[in-house]
């Protein structure tokens, strides 16, 4: 019985790595749609978003299982629980990912917006595909050091994304209104699989640290503020 709990929890594993480097590559290949106005990128982004949820599907089945039927405890319990939620986290990365591509594929053959702000934008896709590529790295590796190279790069998508909005607020800016409407989409799509990217660091920190002996979870719960 031993035997086949470790496998599945090792078939866990796997298929969780599997959906981390899926949608790594789905930002990857969403980046290059957009600076090369690539359209054969951006529908293989967007057909590829079933895989992953695909891939999620799966983890949750096998996650439900073990809980059920192996009733893991300390450990492995935290890995199985983290495992479900990490898997709806990166399902998320893969939409934002599909929607950079949506927008890339909507202006084909024409490039998304133009000049200086696009410039901004194609550094927020490039900082999302790294940050998506550490992220997937993490996960397989269990290397801590890559949480922290994350969260850096979710600063400096944070400090793009602020800058985007100087274009858009700018009242002498010639942006026609669907141009608008892309820099807004475009430049909180990124943010977001940023945030998700650190999210999934710090899950992957609890994955591997546990919680300290000091941590009292319950000490985190202020119910007055959900009351008021």
Do not use: C
Not at 19 to 28: D, G, I, R, V
Not at 40 to 49: F, L, P, T, Y
Not at 55 to 61: G, N, P
Not at 129 to 157: N, P, Q, R, S, V
């Amino acid at each position: 019985m031993r035997e086949q709990f470790k496998a599945q929890m090792g078939q866990l594993n796997e298929t969780l790595i599997a959906e981390a480097k899926a949608a790594a590559k789905a930002m990857s290949r969403a980046a290059t749609a957009l600076a090369d106005a690539n359209l054969s990128k951006a529908e293989k982004v967007i057909d590829a978003d079933k895989h992953i949820d695909l891939l999620e599907r799966a983890i949750d089945e096998m996650g439900v299982s073990l809980l059920a039927r192996q009733t893991p405890v300390a450990t492995d319990l935290r890995v199985v629980v983290s495992g479900l939620r990490l898997s709806a986290t990166l399902e998320r990365m893969g939409d934002l990912a599909r929607h950079v591509a949506y927008v890339a594929r909507g202006r084909y053959p024409e490039p998304v917006v133009s000049g200086e702000v696009r410039d901004l934008l194609l550094q927020m896709a490039e900082h999302a595909k790294i940050a998506g590529e550490k992220m997937a790295k993490l996960i397989e590796t269990e290397d801590l050091a890559l949480a922290h190279e994350i969260e850096a790069e979710d600063d400096l998508l944070d400090e793009l994304h602020l800058r985007t909005f100087d274009y858009v607020l700018d009242e002498n800016n010639s942006y026609t209104r669907q141009e608008i409407i892309d820099i807004v989409l475009l430049g909180r799509y990124l943010e977001r699989y940023g945030d998700h990217a650190v999210a999934v660091a710090r899950r992957m920190q609890y994955v591997v640290q546990g919680l300290h002996q000091t941590t009292d979870p319950f000490a985190k719960v202020d119910l007055t503020e959900v009351a008021n």
